[in-house]
């Protein structure tokens, strides 16, 4: 694998779970089984059976299984697994564009299981937006009227929706290119309008599944930073669906792994890389520079008497690679420091450890 150190650097402001508790989604016992009477299947010993037993069986295919999480306000969670995991069916799941089979989601608030149509429009038009990988414009149409559309349907007026778009237009670099049509514009800025159409209706949650997956590599890691830089500046809710790793590692406050439709592991990308559930999640990791991704917390031993209170001071969250220069520098080890309190050493080796083991592999 090749990858720039830019590439890989995690996301170091994760604001994690939400200690203060209303959740921004919450998703408990999530199913879709697609096939004949999928309903039944549910709380049978056949919804036990692997994914490919109950095809086999009967005919239907698992899409989510038995899935539960909780996103943060202002929270970057990323669903990560193979194609055909059923990231996709999940996403949709949440706004109802598939309808689940059994389970309930709650977003802002809103219990969306067992809204009705009117609730779902409000849901889809104003509360959520999504962006796709296929972005959707509308090619007879100018770049600005694309951003506006959703503002259209919605029924606010030309005057009003122009101003939001052009502010929006500002936001995700498409300056000058308003009165454009999206066949004069690159790929990577075709996916440019597309996001700024998914902010103008200004949702408190957006839905990515895969947006960037046919983008080129250089383009691609220009709009992860887009994304970076606008979750850092609107502190949106982002659900963001990738089958890529480095692009879960970059922009997840947490990832979701899954495969055959079932969650392997939900964890912050030191968790994920640190401390892999099992060898599936091992092997999507194994190449990812360690040093990139863990932090102090998975390097430190415990303090002991006649430990140095000289070393330079740092706190549990910082990435090796962040700490290596100063901690290689010091006559003393790093004294890590959480809170005003005292919770480990890292010793030089500790360091090596994980750098030199990456630069050999
Ligand atoms: N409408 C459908 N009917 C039957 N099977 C489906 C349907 N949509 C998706 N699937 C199956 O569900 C599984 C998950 O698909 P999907 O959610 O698209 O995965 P991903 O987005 O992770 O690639 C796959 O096995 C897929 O073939
Ligand atoms: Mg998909």
């Known amino acids: 694998m090749t990858t720039s150190d830019a590439e890989i650097l995690v996301n170091q402001s994760s604001p994690g779970p939400d200690a203060s508790g209303a959740a921004a989604l919450s998703v408990r016992g999530l199913w879709k089984i697609f096939g004949p009477r999928a309903d039944r299947i549910i709380g049978t010993p056949d919804a036990d059976l692997s994914r490919a037993d109950l095809k086999e069986k009967t005919g239907c295919v ?26 996709s069916t999940l996403v949709r799941c949440l706004t109802r564009l598939i309808e689940p089979t059994a389970g309930e989601v709650e977003l802002g608030g809103m219990d969306v ?24 414009l509308l090619p007879h149409r100018q770049v600005i009227d694309n951003i506006a559309y959703g503002l259209e349907i919605r029924g606010v007026g030309k005057k009003e929706r122009r101003a939001k778009a052009a502010e929006v237009v500002d936001l ?22 597309g996001l700024a159409r998914a902010l103008a209706g200004d ?13 080129d590599p250089l383009i691609r ?31 997840g406050d947490r990832i979701l792994i899954m495969r055959d439709g079932e969650i392997v592991q939900i964890g912050t990308p030191d968790e994920v890389v640190g401390a892999p559930a099992d060898d599936y999640v091992r092997d999507f990791t194994s190449d990812v520079p360690r040093s990139h991704v863990l932090t102090l917390k998975w390097v430190m031993r415990d303090p002991r008497p006649g430990d140095s209170s000289e070393g330079p001071v740092m706190t549990s969250d910082t990435i090796v690679r962040a700490a290596a220069q100063a901690a290689l520098a010091s006559d003393h080890p790093v004294r890590v420091i959480d809170d005003g309190k005292l919770v480990g050493i890292v010793d030089d080796d500790a360091i090596l450890r994980v750098v030199v083991a990456e630069e050999s592999a």
């Open 62 to 87: 698992v899409g989510v299984k038995d899935v539960s999480f909780d996103v943060s306000p202002g929270e970057v969670f990323v669903v990560m697994g193979l194609s055909g995991s059923g990231k």
């Open 113 to 136: 299981t067992s809204a009705n149509a009117a609730g779902l429009r409000d849901l889809r038009r104003n509360q959520v937006s999504m962006v796709f990988q296929h972005f959707g």
């Open 172 to 193: 995700v670099g498409l300056t000058g290119y308003g009165s454009s049509y999206p066949d004069q514009l690159s790929g990577g800025m075709q996916q440019r309008v």
């Open 203 to 215: 949702p408190s949650m957006m839905l990515f599944d895969e947006p960037f997956s046919a983008l």
């Open 221 to 251: 890691r220009d709009m992860q930073n887009e994304v970076i830089r606008l979750q850092a500046e609107l502190k949106k809710t982002m659900v963001f669906i990738t089958h890529d790793l480095q692009e879960a590692l970059k922009l």
